[in-house]
């Protein structure tokens, strides 16, 4: 199982990601974290987002041991999309390192994959609060707004099902539909909708 989270600075990826990693553990499945920081321009696009993916899948999806294929899982801390929200408003950021066809081409991968897409959403004003709190060497207060439209316009486009998670609380597993390391997301899922959601049909969080 593949796990790709997305979304702003301060959405709340990477305590999910912790998260999830010592969930899925506990429930005895052999969970993996990895975190993409700023793209490598020395590498290609494709080399830079698979290269970590492929090393994974390699040991576990490809491998014989079918224990660990079983219940293996890759949580991965931002991924393609966040490359094309950030270069819109960051300085020195170069335009066409990922190509649309770069794009087509990770999206494919990850289907192939059976990746559970998964973009974190709070409320504007958390993340802004939260984004104030920590602060960030590369982004500033007055782009956050811009961050957040752009990752709401790519996600409400985006051709492939994913969860729109708006608030994990404190058993992510289970809010995500996870109440076992074998047992996968739904393929779309929207939970408790934020006081400025998107144009896009919400769902109530599931009850149980």
Known sequence: M?????????????TLAAQLEEDFTARGAHATRIAYGPPDYSSSAINFFMGPIQVWAEKHILGVNYESTFNA???VDRF????????????????????????????????????????????????????????????????????????????CSAPYNLT?????????????GLHSATIAIHNVQEAAAPADPPKRIIKDQPQG
């Open 80 to 155: 393609h999309i966040s490359e094309l929200v950030y270069r819109s408003v960051l300085p020195n950021r170069d335009q066409e390192w990922l190509s649309a066809e770069d794009v087509s081409t990770l999206n494919k991968a990850l289907d192939s994959l059976s990746a559970h897409r998964v973009y974190l959403r709070p409320r504007s004003q958390t993340i802004i609060d939260r984004f104030t709190t920590r602060g960030d060497d590369l982004v500033e207060l007055g782009m956050i707004d811009q961050i957040i439209k752009n990752y709401d316009e790519l996600m």
């Open 164 to 176: 729109w998670l708006w608030d994990h609380g404190s058993d992510a597993c289970k809010v995500l």
């Open 2 to 14: 593949i796990i790709v989270l997305e979304g702003p600075d301060g959405a709340g990826k990477s």
């Open 73 to 75: 899982v890759l949580i």
